[in-house]
């Protein structure tokens, strides 16, 4: 057991950078901070933990004794004219009218806390989500089906060891519309088109991605 916990201590790496976006997650709804507190704690510290652990269920259980009262998962996913609604979490509405977008079905209770976490990793905007799991559960489909639901347009970009980052931002290439040798044009990658463009960005199999850039 203590060779365990030493394992979990050093593997768990807490900054300020940490604490100041639970706090700024706690913020985003400060009329119900409790519920803010507990979410707040799966997002930045939980779901990062390995599930396998022991630990993680310690820490889960002491947080749901601090709390007055259990939290309760939302059935149901509402959309208005300009927001995605799920619970206490809502995402701004696109523009993208997609006719498949009821192929998948958001129904089954692990989907349903799936969306939950996704929806509220989305509340402290402008920052990256790292999803994990094991290949073939549905990852990549389920942040397709929300962007889907949510009216968003997506770029999917599948990484692998050979990808470089001139694969995604772009690079000079050889203009060949002005016709004259030695001339050269700007081409953006799909990173960079998918940013300008205002677009969810997938990056799948970033396991396989060795770059600097990503380190």
């Known amino acids: 057991m203590r060779k365990e916990k030493l394992k979990f201590l050093f593997s768990i790496l807490t900054t300020v950078r940490d604490i100041l976006s639970w706090i700024s997650f706690i913020n985003l709804n400060s009329n119900n901070w409790e519920y ?13 933990i390995d599930s396998s652990s022991s630990f993680k269920q310690l820490i889960i259980d002491f947080l749901i004794n601090q709390q007055k009262q259990k939290s309760i998962l939302i059935e149901t996913i509402n959309i208005n004219s300009n927001d995605l609604i799920f619970g206490s979490y809502s995402i701004p509405r ?38 994990e799991g094991n290949p073939g559960v549905g990852k990549t489909s389920l942040v397709i089906a929300l962007a889907k639901l949510a009216g968003h347009s997506y770029i999917r970009i599948n990484l692998s060891e050979q990808t470089d980052i ?21 081409h953006d990658g799909p990173l960079l088109t998918a940013i300008k463009n205002n677009q969810w960005i997938i990056l799948d199999e970033v396991r396989h991605y060795r770059s600097k850039f990503m380190r």
């Not at 799966?42 to 990062?48: E, G, P, T």
């Open 36 to 48: 803010s507190y507990e979410h707040g704690a799966y997002l930045v510290f939980i779901d990062a």
């Open 94 to 131: 696109g523009t993208i009218h997609y006719n498949n977008k009821e192929e998948y079905s958001f129904k089954a209770p692990t989907t349903l806390a799936n969306v939950q976490r996704l929806l509220r990793a989305m509340q402290l905007i402008n920052k990256p989500i790292l999803i």
């Open 166 to 186: 001139s694969d995604l931002f772009g690079s000079d290439l050889p203009d060949v519309e002005c016709g004259q040798p030695g001339k050269f044009k700007w």
